[in-house]
């Protein structure tokens, strides 16, 4: 598609439950993010991928949050046994390749996961 | 200190006028400087990114300061259309990629 795709829009979830997030990139962007934002924040970054590689997770807030992205496109966000401070909108981003000597490209966002824990 | 700061605002502006917003960061090492728009309940846009030089777009001029490390952004004859908030990103690089860091964004409302 012409643009970074999530699904699912909004997702409602009792806590305890695992819920699982995806994010379809532009195609050919190298890179991929996963950020959350609370209401009134700016987007917090949670991890990123390089192609296929997590290259770095340290914004994932504690083990019950994990991310693939096995064939290096589309990438999917896990949360187990959620609680209610995980409530948040989701963003997924993708960029072009962005490393040393290369120009860094600007992030593209998808329309992010409304994610709602009662 | 946090990595890169913002005034939250609101900033509330008669049509017509302008209005500037300043992004400070904390890493000297910053390499690349973006501003993003954000409507109410949508994801981030890139509005334009920031080149050492300073760089305009129609009503848009944006500006880095790598002295003292801030970058900022000018809107002159503010819309109603304008009203949003306005999310800094700065990117430096470590490790072999790229690290971004968002500001808390700053709210702009024009008003009619």
């Known amino acids: 598609g012409a643009g970074v795709s999530q699904s699912p829009r909004y997702k409602v979830a009792k806590r305890g439950q695992d819920v699982a997030l995806r994010c379809d990139p532009i195609?050919?962007?190298?890179?991929l993010f996963w950020y959350q934002q609370a209401l009134g924040q700016g987007p917090e970054f949670l991890t990123y991928?390089?192609?296929?590689?997590?290259?770095?997770k340290s914004g994932l807030p504690s083990d019950r949050f994990f991310a693939e992205r096995p064939e290096g496109s589309v990438s999917t966000l896990k949360i187990q046994r959620t609680q209610q401070e995980d409530s948040a909108v989701y963003l997924c981003?993708?960029?072009?390749?962005?490393?040393?000597?290369?120009?860094?490209?600007?992030?593209?966002f998808g329309d992010g996961t409304r994610l709602s824990i009662l | 200190r946090k990595e890169v700061e913002q005034d939250p605002g609101p900033f509330n502006v008669p049509e017509g006028a302008t209005v500037a917003f300043n992004c400070t960061y904390s890493n000297s090492a910053s390499q690349s400087f973006f501003w993003y728009r954000q409507d109410c309940r949508k994801e981030p846009k890139l509005l334009m990114s920031?080149?050492?030089s300073g760089n305009e777009d129609g009503r848009f001029t944006a500006q880095l300061n790598r002295a003292s490390q801030y970058i900022s952004l000018l809107i002159r004859d503010s819309k109603l259309s304008d009203s949003a908030t306005y999310l800094c990103a700065v990117i430096f690089y470590s490790g072999g990629y790229q690290k971004v860091t968002f500001g808390t964004g700053t709210k702009l409302q024009v008003i009619p």
């Open positions: 920031v080149y050492s």
């Open positions: 195609s050919g962007h190298v890179s």
């Open positions: 981003a993708s960029s072009l390749v962005g490393g040393k000597g290369v120009p860094n490209q600007p992030q593209h």
């Open positions: 991928f390089q192609n296929e590689a997590q290259l770095d």
